[in-house]
């Protein structure tokens, strides 16, 4: 069977929301490391840099789920209550992706203004 458009579609959004998830943490930690150069010992720049080396871990572990959920609808007969539980749980998956994507974005312009 082949990947219903509404599933594609979600994955292909999926996708995008979790590359611009790990490109603000990237530069999340570059700013960081600016910024601890100068207080190393800071206890909230340390929380921070650990926040975004979760977010990477979170981003690395959404797209083994996404990846995992689509060779699983990629069998040639696939059970339709399968097919609308891995469709839910990608849409949760997309819920979770943007609650990330918020917390890292107000994080990232906190950052921002501090430099």
């Known amino acids: 069977m082949s990947i219903t ?3 594609q579609t979600l994955v292909d ?8 998830i790990e490109q603000e943490a990237t530069e ?6 600016q910024l601890m150069s100068l207080f190393s010992n800071n206890a909230s720049l340390i929380q921070f840099f650990a926040y975004f ?6 981003v690395v572990n959404a797209r083994r789920r996404i990846r995992e959920t ?4 990629s069998a040639r ?5 399968v097919l609308t539980e891995s469709g839910e749980d990608l849409a949760t998956l997309l819920g979770e992706v943007i ?6 974005r107000n994080l990232l312009n906190r950052l ?3 430099s």
């Open 5 to 7: 458009p509404e599933i």
């Open 13 to 20: 959004r999926l996708n995008q929301e979790l590359g611009e």
């Open 28 to 33: 999340g930690e570059n700013l960081l490391r």
């Open 53 to 58: 080396q979760t977010t990477r871990f979170f």
């Open 70 to 73: 689509m060779e699983k609808l």
């Open 77 to 81: 007969q696939i059970d339709p209550i």
């Open 99 to 104: 609650e990330t994507k918020i917390r890292s």
């Open 112 to 114: 921002r203004d501090l």
